[in-house]
């Protein structure tokens, strides 16, 4: 299988990309110039493609049957600008939906968050209504369903992941 992944030099995106490896498919990793994470990637320069995202021109990414959109914009608090959180979470998403549909892919999986949920203080589950508290859990529910109209819009099988609370090797900076 041939995988693109968006995210790849994130603490989760770079462990997806081993897992991926690990199970023998071929990873083209979407990389955003200057990306802070690319030691993660480091060891396994050999192994896989690193492409810019985005890329020179729209249609430019290599044929994929499928796509992990692992990017976010905001998590870290750093940027609560409205407009950088929804270029980073929302536009970023579609476009590259778009894209993904002229090179092959059937299967788009894309990683919202916990934070759609807001503080609940109750115990959750995938039917639990989101109530995000914060600008950047608003710009991820706004793009988990902006994610799944444009699936629906262009024919793709679309996955929606909310992780919480991920830590591990490799977790922060370098």
């Known amino acids: 299988m041939r995988a693109l992944v968006l995210g790849a030099t994130g603490f989760i995106g770079s462990h997806v990309v081993r897992a991926l490896l690990d199970r023998g498919h071929a990873v083209t990793a979407l990389v955003r110039a ?6 993660r990637l480091a060891p396994l320069r050999d192994a896989i493609q690193v492409l810019p995202f985005p890329g020179p021109e729209t249609g430019s990414l290599p ?9 976010s914009h905001g998590v870290d608090g750093r940027s609560s600008a409205p407009e950088s959180l929804g270029e980073g979470n929302l536009g ?4 590259l939906m778009e894209d993904c549909v ?36 608003m710009a991820k529910a706004a793009a988990t369903e902006g994610v799944l ?3 629906e819009r262009l024919g793709l099988d679309a996955i929606v992941l909310r992780p919480f609370s991920a830590f591990g090797p490799m977790e922060g900076c370098h």
Request: proline content about 9%; aromatic content about 10%.
């Open 34 to 39: 200057g990306s802070p994470g690319m030691w």
């Open 63 to 71: 044929k994929a049957d499928l796509c992990f959109n692992l990017a």
């Open 92 to 95: 970023i998403a579609l476009r």
């Open 102 to 137: 002229r090179c092959g892919v059937r299967r788009f999986i894309h990683a919202g968050s916990g934070f759609e949920y807001g503080n609940t203080g109750l115990p959750l589950d995938e039917g639990a209504p989101l109530r995000p508290a914060s600008p950047y859990g």
């Open 149 to 151: 109209r444009q699936a």
